[in-house]
């Protein structure tokens, strides 16, 4: 099957500090990619959908400024958190799309730990 | 609104079959998948049903029934590593997945 990958795994930062999370499809050509948060113990929460070349729509309560998203080609997506704090460490998981009615292929997810 | 509804957890016993499963009420309809997520991991792909009846892969099956709002994963044979959490996941009229809330399953020996 497709190959997406999430670089770093995980990652440390500081309060306030920004952080950048990359998401590649590997062996297919990512029209839309998708990021998630997952927190503890608790299912997938759909964060902002992206098509590459356009501005990603984000999801009600997902603050744009925040959490920046860049869709710049059709293999790679970036997540940037900006000013972290630590109620934004989180499992951060992307996945990607060739065409509508294709199936989405999940990385293997980042877990972001803000201190 | 859309709403999909899966038992928050269950508990089998090694060798047995258990049926986890899923109710939803979506706008629009293009497909049911179910995913398997172990703990600190992204969820991985299991079945995908977009007619009614069953799906059978190995060890694990899935059925839908689109008239009920309808599904189910069944796990035969279970094995210590099936523990995990169930995602239930509905492609909707704009193509995006709507999620369950996931059913953890613990497997004893």
């Known amino acids: 099957g497709a190959v997406v990958s999430q670089h770093p795994s995980w990652v440390i930062c500081k309060s306030g500090t920004s952080v950048k999370i990359e998401c590649r499809s590997l062996?297919?050509?990512?029209?839309?990619m998708f990021w998630y948060r997952q927190f503890p113990k608790q299912s997938l929460m759909l964060m902002a959908t992206?098509?590459?070349?356009?501005?990603?729509?984000?999801e009600q309560g997902v603050e744009k400024d925040k959490f920046l998203i860049n869709h710049a080609s059709l293999t790679l997506s970036t997540l940037t958190v900006t000013s972290a704090h630590p109620e934004d460490s989180s499992f951060y998981i992307c996945?990607?799309?060739?065409?509508?009615?294709?199936?989405?292929?999940f990385g293997p997810g980042t877990r972001l730990t803000v201190t | 609104g859309q709403n999909i509804d899966q038992p928050t957890e269950m508990t089998a016993t090694e060798g047995a079959i258990v049926q986890i499963n899923c109710t939803y009420q979506?706008?629009?309809?293009?497909?049911l998948f179910w995913y398997q997520q172990h703990a600190g991991e992204a969820p991985t792909f299991l079945s995908y049903?977009?007619l009614d009846g069953l799906e059978e892969k190995g060890r694990f099956s899935s059925f839908l029934s689109r008239s009920k709002g309808y599904s189910y994963l069944l796990l035969k044979e279970l094995q210590m590593k099936d523990s995990a959490s169930y995602l239930c996941?509905?492609?909707?009229?704009?193509?995006?997945?709507?999620w369950g809330a996931g059913t953890k399953l613990i497997i004893k020996p």
């Open positions: 996945s990607a799309r060739d065409l509508p009615g294709y199936e989405q292929y």
């Open positions: 992206s098509n590459e070349g356009s501005k990603a729509t984000y």
């Open positions: 049903n977009v």
């Open positions: 996941a509905v492609r909707d009229s704009n193509y995006q997945l709507i």
């Open positions: 979506t706008s629009g309809f293009n497909g």
């Open positions: 062996d297919f050509q990512a029209t839309t």
